[in-house]
């Protein structure tokens, strides 16, 4: 039975570690606040470990979702760190929407130690992730890819291999930027429209049968802004972070982004003003303070 270490029970990270929580798999989980590792054990088929070392050791897979590369970078250093622990031959699964570049670095650095890595960042939100319909992007070896399927494919609806290590994470950063623009052009729309007179649930209703649509105009906006609801599922944080992680790689390739680059500043001044635990969504009520008009 393949012995795999998850890392990183977050919003996300929690719900994809259940579909492991298997007897296919020998499930050890570790988290920074060690009680939700706990917690986690003892509510499912799996171990909870005092310290990424710990968990890691021997582990044949090893599944992260944290909040950002840098503390993925990070779990593997120091005499403590997990890469002195790792198994040879052990494949390495980043969850965390990350950034190419730390991967790479990362991917070089488990090479010497023949660890396989692969960018594995998903999509689908977290209720994609409870039922296991996540769409998973990756980067890496295709070779590599074919060993960590059946990881994988425990939580993913959709598993697309992208490229070579860092493709799996640009793909999403840039996905992330297009969720950002939607957002922010749907709720200056639907406020515009709202003083000119027309029910932004009117206005949804016809956009959604038009060209304008996304799933910002489908679901987000009818579920989460017109009632007033916003739940917290993705933190506006993280959504910053991977909105710049897009400006970067634009930026690295050398691609004028005058939009991607406006969004990657709109979502900062949000983050700043609604702070680390507001969800994506509220990004607009930034948009309705400026405009003094609320949509519902
Ligand atoms: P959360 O903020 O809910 O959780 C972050 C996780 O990372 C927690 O387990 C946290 O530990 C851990 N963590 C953060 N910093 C460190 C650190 N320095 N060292 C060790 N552990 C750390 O985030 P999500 O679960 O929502 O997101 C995880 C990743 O998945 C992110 O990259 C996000 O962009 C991506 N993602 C999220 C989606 C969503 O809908 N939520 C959808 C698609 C991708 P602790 O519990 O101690 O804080």
Same mark, same amino acid.
Do not use: Y
């Given at each position: 039975?393949?012995?795999?270490?998850?890392?990183?029970?977050?919003?996300?990270?929690?719900?994809?570690?259940?579909?492991?929580?298997?007897?296919?798999?020998?499930?050890?989980?570790? +988290?920074?606040?060690?009680?939700?590792?706990?917690?986690?054990?003892?509510?499912? $088929?799996?171990?909870?470990?005092?310290?990424?070392?710990?968990?890691? $050791?021997?582990?044949?897979?090893?599944?992260?979702?944290?909040?950002?590369?840098?503390?993925?970078?990070?779990?593997?250093? *120091?005499?403590?760190?997990?890469?002195? *622990?790792?198994?040879?031959?052990?494949?390495?699964?980043?969850?965390?929407?990350?950034?190419?570049?730390?991967?790479?670095?990362?991917?070089?650095?488990?090479?010497?130690?023949?660890?396989?890595?692969?960018?594995?960042?998903?999509?689908?939100?977290?209720? *994609?992730?409870?039922?296991?319909?996540?769409?998973?992007?990756?980067?890496? $070896?295709?070779?590599?890819?074919?060993?960590?399927?059946?990881?994988?494919?425990?939580?993913?609806?959709?598993?697309?291999?992208?490229?070579?290590?860092?493709?799996?994470?640009?793909?999403?950063?840039?996905?992330?930027?297009?969720?950002? %623009?939607?957002?922010?052009?749907?709720?200056?729309?639907?406020?515009?429209?709202?003083?000119?007179?027309?029910?932004?649930?009117?206005?949804?209703?016809?956009?959604?049968?038009?060209?304008?649509?996304?799933?910002?105009?489908? +679901?987000?906006?009818?579920?989460?802004?017109?009632?007033?609801?916003?739940?917290?599922?993705?933190?506006?944080?993280?959504?910053?972070?991977?909105? *710049?992680?897009?400006?970067?790689?634009?930026? &690295?390739?050398?691609?004028?982004?005058?939009?991607?680059?406006?969004?990657?500043?709109?979502?900062?001044?949000?983050?700043?003003?609604?702070? &680390?635990?507001?969800?994506?969504? &509220?990004?607009?009520?930034?948009? &309705?303070?400026?405009?003094?008009? %609320?949509?519902?």
């Amino acid at each position: 039975m393949p012995v795999v270490a998850f890392l990183g029970l977050g919003a996300i990270g929690t719900p994809m570690a259940r579909h492991l929580a298997t007897p296919e798999f020998s499930l050890r989980v570790w +988290n920074r606040t060690a009680a939700k590792a706990a917690d986690f054990a003892s509510e499912h $088929d799996a171990t909870h470990a005092a310290t990424p070392r710990e968990a890691v $050791d021997g582990a044949d897979f090893i599944v992260t979702c944290l909040s950002t590369s840098a503390d993925v970078e990070a779990l593997l250093d *120091g005499p403590s760190g997990i890469e002195a *622990g790792l198994a040879d031959g052990a494949m390495f699964i980043d969850c965390t929407s990350g950034d190419p570049a730390t991967s790479q670095r990362i991917a070089v650095r488990l090479a010497k130690k023949n660890v396989a890595f692969l960018d594995a960042p998903v999509s689908g939100g977290v209720a *994609g992730a409870e039922i296991g319909t996540l769409t998973v992007m990756v980067g890496g $070896d295709a070779k590599a890819l074919e060993r960590a399927n059946a990881v994988i494919d425990a939580f993913a609806e959709k598993i697309v291999h992208c490229g070579a290590v860092g493709a799996g994470h640009a793909l999403k950063a840039i996905n992330q930027a297009m969720l950002a %623009v939607h957002i922010w052009s749907l709720g200056e729309g639907l406020a515009a429209l709202a003083r000119a007179g027309v029910k932004p649930a009117v206005a949804l209703e016809v956009i959604n049968a038009s060209s304008g649509r996304s799933n910002t105009s489908q +679901n987000l906006f009818p579920q989460r802004v017109l009632t007033r609801a916003f739940p917290r599922t993705f933190r506006l944080a993280l959504l910053d972070k991977d909105v *710049g992680i897009a400006a970067r790689v634009l930026r &690295e390739q050398k691609i004028p982004a005058p939009m991607i680059q406006l969004a990657a500043e709109l979502m900062s001044m949000a983050r700043r003003e609604l702070g &680390e635990e507001a969800d994506h969504v &509220e990004a607009v009520r930034v948009i &309705e303070r400026m405009g003094g008009e %609320v949509i519902d």
